[in-house]
Structures are given as C-alpha cells and as structure tokens.
C-alpha cells in the first residue's frame, strides 16, 4: 500500500498545474500523483496558509512539506523557509515549484520529520500533518516541536476536527504553555501551540 507518507511512492508519476491566489498572492503550484492532495490545493491546508502567524523576521519550517504550498507562501512573508518531506517525489516537486515560484529565501531537504534539521531551531514550525501516518507519527511532531522552536515559537498545525483534533489539542496543551485556537471552518481546526 502507497501513501504519500511513503519514501517511494509506487504510483504512476501524473503532474498538474494549479494556479491559486492566497493571502493577496498568486501561485502556481506543480502537484503530483503520490504527494498529497493531487491538483488541487487542499481545504485544510488553504485554512492554515490564510491563517497561519508570520512575522518578517522569521525563519520558518514547514514540516511534511508536500509540493509546497504552505512554505512557499511563507516565503514571501518571513526571512527564511527550510521544507522537509520524507516522500522523495515530494522533495523533487517542491524543489521545482521553489523555482517557478522565484523562491529565494527557502530551502527543501529530505528526511523523516525532524532528523534533517538536527540541532536547528524556528520561529515557527507549520504544518498539515500526514494523519494516516497514524497516532506516532502526529505524537512525534508535536511533543518535539519544541525541541526545535525558540522560546516563545509556535507550532501551527491544521486538523480535521473529525480525524483527531481533541487529541491534537490535548498533546499539544501538555507540551506547550499556551494552546491557542486560531482558526476553523470547513471540518478543520487550526491551532497554535507557544513553546
């Protein structure tokens, strides 16, 4: 079974264009078959990029990064960006889509969650989290998130409200010292957790 949490997606490589205006910006995106949400931008990750905290000084991560979105928006908005995915065809899109975007101030690198970024810390860690990865890998990003955040960073995440929002909540309250809900509608909830 392939998923896009895989390191080798074993399905046929398809790629569409997208185009799509957020946060008063335009965007084309190349999305791919085996990275998540397959042309078109997503209503969970759409949420967390019109919501997500940013501040000009800031250097960010966007953590299962997928074709992008999420840290190229960013880019326009903070200092600097790092992108890790494990999925090796998600890395390869993104990288690309660094390009046509003319993103100068990110990065993308390979690896699983928080091992390329070893000793690094954050402003802000952001993500849409691959929830079919299952309830350890979700547990590994928020309780080490602040490991990799300065004092007082934050932990942006979206999630369905239905597929594991109060669990995510509830980790993130006993690992953070304020939990905040910044956004919702549509089925998904986005919070900020301040480490």
Same mark, same amino acid.
């Given at each position: 079974?392939?998923?896009?949490?895989?390191?080798?997606?074993?399905?046929?490589?398809?790629?569409?264009?997208?185009e799509v205006v957020i946060r008063g910006e335009r965007f084309i995106f190349i999305t791919s078959s085996?990275?998540?949400?397959?042309?078109?931008?997503? &209503?969970?990750t759409n949420l967390l990029i019109e919501n997500m905290v940013l501040e000009k000084n800031w250097r960010v991560l966007d953590l299962?990064?997928?074709?992008? /979105?999420?840290? @190229?928006?960013a880019s326009r908005f903070v200092n600097y960006v790092v992108m890790i995915d &494990?999925? *090796?065809?998600?890395?390869? @899109?993104?990288k690309k889509n660094l390009k046509i975007n003319n993103v100068k101030n990110a990065e993308v690198r390979?690896?699983?969650l928080y091992e390329p970024v *070893?000793?690094?810390?954050? %402003?802000?860690i952001i993500t849409n989290p691959p929830v079919h /990865?299952? *309830?350890?890998?979700?547990?590994? &990003?928020? @309780?080490? /998130?602040?490991? %990799?955040?300065?004092?007082?960073?934050?932990?942006? &995440?979206? @999630?369905r409200t239905n597929q594991g929002a109060k669990y995510i909540k509830s980790l993130m309250e006993r690992n953070f010292k304020e939990v905040i809900e910044v956004s919702k509608g549509s089925g998904f909830r986005v919070y900020a957790g301040i480490a």
């Open positions: 079974m392939s998923h896009y949490y895989s390191q080798e997606p074993n399905v046929p490589l398809k790629t569409r264009m997208i085996g990275v998540f949400s397959f042309g078109k931008l997503d &209503i969970g299962g990064c997928g074709y992008g /979105a999420i840290g @190229i928006v &494990i999925n *090796k065809r998600a890395v390869s @899109i993104a390979w690896g699983h *070893k000793g690094e810390r954050f %402003h802000s /990865a299952g *309830k350890d890998v979700l547990r590994e &990003i928020v @309780i080490n /998130a602040p490991l %990799h955040l300065y004092d007082g960073g934050l932990l942006q &995440i979206v @999630i």
